[in-house]
């Protein structure tokens, strides 16, 4: 098997795009102010204190615009408005009422609130706000089914089988992009228990080995089966079953699409490189095999769980400075690759301002860089968002740090039988002022001499180089090349 290299991983990487700053509705901003208001009037049928409505009502506008703006409840479009969006218009209306309440409380203790009106302030706010979005989307709907779908007399009666996710899927495809030609009459499965149960509103009403059956029952109510979409795994369905299903369809002339084609094809192909590309990993497993290696994870979990806590201030400042200067979202992710070549997702703050401004048009490469995203990069501080990458196993405190794919060594199997690391040896030894080459022979150097002492070194080395900078450390990176060189003569062959 030829050697694994970053050019093979280089066109497959995606980065994840800054989204242009979140818009508030005009709608959403007028209802943040109404709403507290209609909460005293429907809790005592006047509003006879105004100085007890104008404080709670003031912190509440506030507030909301604030959530609002975080939760970006404005950003789906109303045709598209679906359960995630209602529910996440619901999770900022709890949290605006609630921070409403928890200032007022710290200021005032609420004593010219009645303790109800934070409930009903929910309940106003949530119900116009879900109540406008729908209706939005059920005009949007009449709008397509009248101008985007052409109507057709003959529509097509579809009976699927098994009761899946992906039976869920195409139910859902059909009612949005379809629903004019096609219509779901009903879903057969296997499993007796599923029997007069619902799928996405379709009952499931039988078991496909009875297809035949229930294909004549139809025909006697005067509807015509005239497609039968497999939602199941073919693998799953027993021998009877397909059997029935491939006869019924040939006797009766009725297509059969099998929706397995088009996903777990797909699926069964990755599964068998990722196989061969683990496998390809074994080589060097004898590595990582030594007691150091055994231990490095409960160190990584120990360590960044306490930098975490001890840096809690630290974040909530730099949290803090990136939203004012950059907006939301303060943290990206960029997709690295990471442990036995597993895709891994490389968290940060946020540097860079938007790519686009809010007309969608490109910002200048040399404005989106802000003075203190330099001062954020220069010094580090906003890989702090990878300690929770070391606390869930993606990352180890000390590694070969996860390199862009340009940035890829020829030869990047050794380097993926380790964690990659949040500091590292070829970082502390001049950084960006390495080749990719030289990158990855002290890296190599790394992974065959790591020990607690070793590792303890870089972290120290790591303080210093923030403080006096990085200059190329010749010393290491000749015991790295040699070493490389050494390795090369006595592999056989």
Same mark, same amino acid.
């Given at each position: 098997m030829l050697p694994l290299t970053g050019n093979d991983l280089r066109a497959k990487l995606p980065s994840s795009r800054t989204r242009v700053v979140s818009r508030v509705a005009p709608f959403d901003a007028m209802w943040a102010g109404i709403s507290p208001v209609l909460a005293f009037f429907v809790r005592d049928?006047?509003?006879?204190?105004?100085?007890?409505?104008?404080? =709670?009502?003031?912190?509440?506008?506030? $507030?909301?615009l604030i959530v609002f703006q975080w939760f970006r409840i404005s950003s789906p479009l109303p045709r598209f408005f679906s359960l995630r969006d209602a529910l996440t218009v619901a999770t900022a209306c709890l949290t605006t009422v609630a921070l409403t309440t928890v200032i007022l409380f710290i200021?005032?203790?609420?004593?010219?609130?009645?303790?109800?009106i934070p409930i009903i302030h929910f309940m106003i706010l949530v119900f116009g706000l879900i109540v406008v979005r729908t209706w939005g989307r059920l005009s949007g709907m009449r709008r397509w089914s009248a101008n985007g779908q052409p109507r057709c007399e003959d529509i097509e009666s579809v009976m699927v089988i098994g009761a899946t996710r992906l039976a869920w899927f195409f139910s859902t495809m059909v009612e949005e992009l379809s629903s004019a030609e096609r219509r779901i009459v009903a879903i057969l499965d296997e499993r007796p228990e599923l029997i007069n149960r619902t799928l996405n509103g =379709?009952?499931?009403?039988?078991?496909?080995?009875?297809?035949?059956?229930?294909?004549?029952? =139809?025909?006697?109510?005067? $509807?015509?089966?005239n497609r039968i979409v497999v939602a199941a795994d073919p693998e799953s369905l027993t021998e009877k079953t397909q059997n029935e299903v491939r006869a019924t369809c040939d006797a009766r002339n009725i297509p059969i699409e099998w929706?397995?084609?088009?996903?777990?094809?797909?699926?069964?192909?990755t599964s068998e490189s990722s196989k061969?590309? $683990?496998?390809?990993?074994?080589?060097?497993?004898?590595?990582?095999?030594?007691?150091y290696w055994k231990i490095k994870r409960l160190i990584d979990i120990v360590v960044a769980l306490a930098m975490i806590?001890?840096?809690?201030?630290?974040?909530?400042l730099v949290a803090a400075l990136v939203l004012i200067d950059v907006g939301v979202p303060? $943290?990206?992710?960029?997709?690295?690759?990471?442990?036995?070549g597993r895709p891994l997702r490389v968290y940060k703050f946020r540097t860079m301002r938007s790519s686009f401004d809010h007309k969608g048009q490109l910002n200048p490469e040399v404005e989106r860089l802000s003075l203190l995203g330099r001062l954020l990069r220069r010094n580090h501080l906003d890989e702090i968002p990878q300690l929770f990458n070391v606390l869930m196993g993606g990352m180890s405190l000390v590694g070969p740090r996860p390199l862009l794919p340009v940035d890829q060594p020829i030869d990047i199997r050794s380097r993926l039988q380790v964690r990659p690391g949040l500091t590292g040896l070829?970082?502390?030894?001049?950084?960006?002022?390495?080749?990719?080459?030289?990158?990855?022979?002290?890296?190599?150097?790394?992974?065959?001499?790591?020990s607690l002492w070793l590792d303890i070194k870089i972290i120290l080395r790591t303080l210093l180089v923030l403080v006096r900078g990085n200059p190329r450390n010749y010393t290491q990176l000749s015991m790295a090349l040699a070493e490389r060189q050494i390795d090369a003569k006595n592999v056989p062959g």
């Amino acid at each position: 098997m030829l050697p694994l290299t970053g050019n093979d991983l280089r066109a497959k990487l995606p980065s994840s795009r800054t989204r242009v700053v979140s818009r508030v509705a005009p709608f959403d901003a007028m209802w943040a102010g109404i709403s507290p208001v209609l909460a005293f009037f429907v809790r005592d049928g006047a509003l006879h204190r105004i100085d007890a409505v104008v404080p =709670y009502c003031t912190v509440a506008l506030v $507030v909301s615009l604030i959530v609002f703006q975080w939760f970006r409840i404005s950003s789906p479009l109303p045709r598209f408005f679906s359960l995630r969006d209602a529910l996440t218009v619901a999770t900022a209306c709890l949290t605006t009422v609630a921070l409403t309440t928890v200032i007022l409380f710290i200021f005032t203790r609420l004593d010219d609130a009645p303790r109800s009106i934070p409930i009903i302030h929910f309940m106003i706010l949530v119900f116009g706000l879900i109540v406008v979005r729908t209706w939005g989307r059920l005009s949007g709907m009449r709008r397509w089914s009248a101008n985007g779908q052409p109507r057709c007399e003959d529509i097509e009666s579809v009976m699927v089988i098994g009761a899946t996710r992906l039976a869920w899927f195409f139910s859902t495809m059909v009612e949005e992009l379809s629903s004019a030609e096609r219509r779901i009459v009903a879903i057969l499965d296997e499993r007796p228990e599923l029997i007069n149960r619902t799928l996405n509103g =379709y009952s499931i009403i039988g078991m496909p080995e009875n297809l035949s059956a229930i294909i004549d029952e =139809y025909a006697t109510h005067g $509807v015509e089966i005239n497609r039968i979409v497999v939602a199941a795994d073919p693998e799953s369905l027993t021998e009877k079953t397909q059997n029935e299903v491939r006869a019924t369809c040939d006797a009766r002339n009725i297509p059969i699409e099998w929706l397995h084609k088009i996903f777990l094809t797909s699926r069964a192909k990755t599964s068998e490189s990722s196989k061969s590309f $683990v496998a390809d990993l074994n080589f060097a497993a004898i590595v990582t095999a030594r007691p150091y290696w055994k231990i490095k994870r409960l160190i990584d979990i120990v360590v960044a769980l306490a930098m975490i806590i001890t840096l809690v201030p630290v974040t909530i400042l730099v949290a803090a400075l990136v939203l004012i200067d950059v907006g939301v979202p303060i $943290v990206f992710w960029q997709q690295r690759v990471g442990y036995l070549g597993r895709p891994l997702r490389v968290y940060k703050f946020r540097t860079m301002r938007s790519s686009f401004d809010h007309k969608g048009q490109l910002n200048p490469e040399v404005e989106r860089l802000s003075l203190l995203g330099r001062l954020l990069r220069r010094n580090h501080l906003d890989e702090i968002p990878q300690l929770f990458n070391v606390l869930m196993g993606g990352m180890s405190l000390v590694g070969p740090r996860p390199l862009l794919p340009v940035d890829q060594p020829i030869d990047i199997r050794s380097r993926l039988q380790v964690r990659p690391g949040l500091t590292g040896l070829a970082q502390i030894s001049g950084g960006t002022s390495l080749s990719v080459d030289e990158k990855g022979a002290i890296d190599e150097w790394y992974i065959q001499h790591a020990s607690l002492w070793l590792d303890i070194k870089i972290i120290l080395r790591t303080l210093l180089v923030l403080v006096r900078g990085n200059p190329r450390n010749y010393t290491q990176l000749s015991m790295a090349l040699a070493e490389r060189q050494i390795d090369a003569k006595n592999v056989p062959g």
